[in-house]
T-cell receptor, first 118, second 117 residues
Framework: AQKITQTQPGMFVQEKEAVTLDCTYD???????LFWYKQPSSGEMIFLIYQGSYDQQNATEGRYSLNFQKARKSANLVISASQLGDSAMYFCAMREGRLDFGNEKLTFGTGTRLTIIP | DVKVTQSSRYLVKRTGEKVFLECVQDMDHENMFWYRQDPGLGLRLIYF???????EKGDIPEGYSVSREKKERFSLILESASTNQTSMYLC????????????????FGPGTRLTVL
């Protein structure tokens, strides 16, 4: 089974609208971390936001928020007031296990290509 | 700011050639990673290293090897390049444990797009 599933290969959104990018994950470990990265056409992966499995509140970073629903094993990224510069590939990733030596590996989803329409 | 650099943005090699991809980070990170990225497959881990001269296989190590002689440098080696190794290669680095004010995120380089003819 896929550990990280991103079901939206591509999305088109009108500028200034909010957008939700879906991510579901699969793990039996009670301790894990979830990440979202943005990859513009330049190729570099940019870290956006992080949610730990024990965090009580949803993570937020400026216009980015993570809608963490633990029981449903989903970690959707919400971008408020989208901008043209938000057009990029977006990847969801997971680290499993306690943050200990050897547990730093990330598993990535297949990504969602977001296009913001003026 | 963390900086991860990769030796080439674009590289074209011939089948059977030995290929070296170099990655350097300037943040004194213990961990370094090599991924390949293919359309529809996301990023897949090839190898990672948690210290100098230490390495661990990732999910797809076949056909690759790595070298980490210095903390800041992590090299990916294709011993005999094949056409199915045409891909985007991304290097990343991170601290091993969360430190004050930091998440345990990985920091990525700009990528090397390798074409094997």
């Amino acid at each position: 089974a896929q550990k990280i599933t991103q079901t939206q290969p591509g999305m088109f959104v009108q500028e200034k609208e909010a957008v939700t990018l879906d991510c579901t994950y699969d793990t039996s470990d009670p301790s894990y971390g979830l990440f979202w990265y943005k990859q513009p056409s330049s190729g570099e992966m940019i870290f956006l936001i992080y949610q730990g499995s024990y965090d009580q509140q949803n993570a937020t970073e400026g216009r980015y928020s993570l809608n963490f629903q633990k029981a449903r094993k989903s970690a959707n990224l919400v971008i408020s007031a989208s901008q043209l510069g938000d057009s990029a590939m977006y990847f969801c990733a997971m680290r499993e296990g306690r943050l200990d030596f050897g547990n730093e590996k990330l598993t990535f989803g297949t990504g969602t290509r977001l296009t913001i329409i003026p | 700011d963390v900086k991860v650099t990769q030796s080439s943005r674009y590289l074209v090699k011939r089948t059977g050639e030995k290929v070296f991809l170099e990655c350097v980070q300037d943040m004194d990170h213990e961990n370094m990673f090599w991924y390949r990225q293919d359309p529809g497959l996301g990023l897949r881990l090839i190898y990672f290293s948690y210290d100098v001269k230490m390495k661990e296989k990732g999910d797809i190590p076949e056909g690759y090897s790595v070298s980490r002689e210095k903390k800041e440098r992590f090299s990916l080696i294709l011993e005999s390049a094949s056409t199915n190794q045409t891909s985007m290669y991304l290097c990343a680095s991170s601290f091993p444990l969360p430190r004050e004010g930091h998440t345990d995120t990985q920091y990525f380089g700009p990528g090397t797009r390798l074409t094997v003819l």
